[in-house]
């Protein structure tokens, strides 16, 4: 009876030891060689907590693998046991310079359910020889033979002296009338640029449209309303925000504005990044209260009223 009782304990505590464990990473690359051009398949295989989730470089980071582009990105398999979760994905890179190249270190984060960052993984770099496409064998170079010349008859110097006249006369003949339909042409309306604040307000006014029923809908709302205050930080403080991860951008927000806003942005941000990287699956009452807390973002940035003057007229 001890002996079953101990073990019923050890299979229930299983899933509390998956959930503790550090995350593990693997990377293969292949192959060690190739030509300029060509494929290197980067593989990574992932080990984490079900509770964890690890955030991999997308496929339009010109960053994390340079001087290798990323062509594509897929994941190969996800296998879950005893509350473990094993996952392999693949990178295909290329690269258009020869010779020894480096594939860098990669950082890769991971985060657990909430979001928050829990650690990084130091992945090792590796060595590519990339070969040119050209043939090595030939050694010597041929001289540059002499300009060949073809008797021309006379007729053709004309044509071409015809040809060339009457270009002239359309080509002016085009100015010409080209010129007097500007000046009979009234100007045009110069439409004033909108201010970040009319284009965020344009943009959430139409994400109260957006159906909220599937984890695609909700995929598509939280990237459309990070990308909407992603352009707006661009445009108002100056800061690359759409080319920054969230920790980046609310570290650069802290010396420009108020804790209280930049908790906003991080509410947003970080419940964004686990629908589109963690899968999660929130409910319309977080999606409508994310779009609350943006409206209160947006609002930050409406225009001042000017502040009355003093009438000129009073009674002494």
């Known amino acids: 009876m001890m002996n ?18 550090e995350p ?27 509770r964890q989730f690890f955030i991999l470089p997308v496929d ?48 890769l984060r991971y985060a657990d359910a909430s979001g928050r960052d829990t650690g990084v993984l130091r992945l090792d770099s590796k060595m590519i020889y990339v070969r040119s496409v050209l043939d090595t064998t030939v050694k010597d170079i041929n001289d540059i033979k002499p300009i060949q010349t073809l008797p021309v008859p006379a007729w053709v110097y004309v044509a071409g002296a015809l040809a060339l006249a009457l270009l002239v006369a359309g080509g002016y003949w085009l100015f010409a009338s080209w010129r007097k339909r500007r000046k009979t042409e009234k ?31 909700f995929k598509k709302f939280y990237s459309d309303l990070s990308d909407l205050l992603r352009e707006l930080i661009e445009r108002a403080y100056d800061i690359p925000a759409l080319e920054q991860i969230t920790s980046e951008i609310l570290a650069a927000l802290q010396a420009k504005i108020r804790y209280e ?24 009452i977080e999606a409508r209260e994310s779009l609350s807390l943006a409206k209160e973002i947006v609002a930050d940035f409406a225009p001042k009223p000017e502040p009355a003057t003093p009438s000129a007229n009073y009674q002494s």
């Not at 079953?4 to 464990?21: I, K, N």
């Open 4 to 21: 079953r009782v101990a073990l019923l304990c050890l299979v229930g505590l299983a899933p509390l030891v998956a959930l503790g464990q």
């Open 24 to 50: 593990k990473a693997v990377v293969e690359i292949s192959p060690d060689t190739c030509l300029v051009g060509d494929n290197v398949f980067y593989s990574l295989a992932l080990t984490r907590g079900e």
């Open 60 to 107: 339009t980071d010109e960053v994390a693998f340079f001087p290798f582009e990323i062509r594509s990105r897929k994941k190969l398999s996800e296998e879950e046991r005893d509350g473990v979760v094993t996952e392999r994905w693949q990178y295909a890179l290329t690269i258009f310079d020869t010779g020894a190249q480096i594939v860098p270190p990669l950082d």
């Open 187 to 217: 100007p045009k309306l110069v439409v004033p640029e909108k201010s970040p604040y009319q284009v965020a307000l344009e943009k959430l006014a139409a994400l109260e449209s957006y159906p909220l029923e599937t984890q695609e809908d």
């Open 261 to 284: 806003s930049v908790e906003r942005y991080r509410r947003i941000f970080e419940r964004a990044d686990l629908v589109k990287f963690a899968k999660f699956y929130p409910s319309k």
